[in-house]
């Protein structure tokens, strides 16, 4: 697929000569197939809303069950103060992440149909 969509493709749009084209595929390593499930997708160029977030507020503790945006260091002491428990503000069934700077989506949010897929990215291929 890659020789025969991704190159074809640089050389239709003139970034690469057939020659080119050629020697990066010779020197591609051999690609193994490996078991994946991909979910779906999000627009990277969609304008998404900060904070975009629901959760439950139990007893003690507020825990996350979607979250569809951006995320940056402070949100989540943001919804601490804005939804006050008394305990902590987790992500259900996941807790807490290494990082808190880029995108985070709960998987009802992303674009899954064939349509989809079609039309967002296997088009563009």
């Known amino acids: 697929m890659f020789k025969d969509k991704v190159l074809k493709r640089g050389e ?26 991909v979910a779906g997708f999000a627009i990277k160029d969609k304008a998404y809303s900060d904070l975009d977030y629901t959760g439950v507020k139990g007893r003690k503790n507020f825990n996350i069950t979607s979250w569809n945006g951006p995320i940056k260091a402070g949100d989540l002491d943001f919804v601490k103060d804005t939804e006050a428990p008394k305990g902590s503000v987790k992500f259900e069934g996941i807790g807490s992440f290494a990082h808190d700077n880029g995108y985070l989506f709960n998987t009802g949010s992303l674009l899954w149909e064939k349509d989809d897929w079609d039309d967002k990215v296997f088009s563009k291929v």
């Not at 749009?13 to 050629?22: D, I, M, R, Y």
């Open 12 to 37: 239709e749009v003139g970034s690469l000569t057939a020659k080119e084209s050629t020697d990066l595929f010779d020197k591609l390593p051999t690609f193994k197939k490996i078991p994946a499930y």
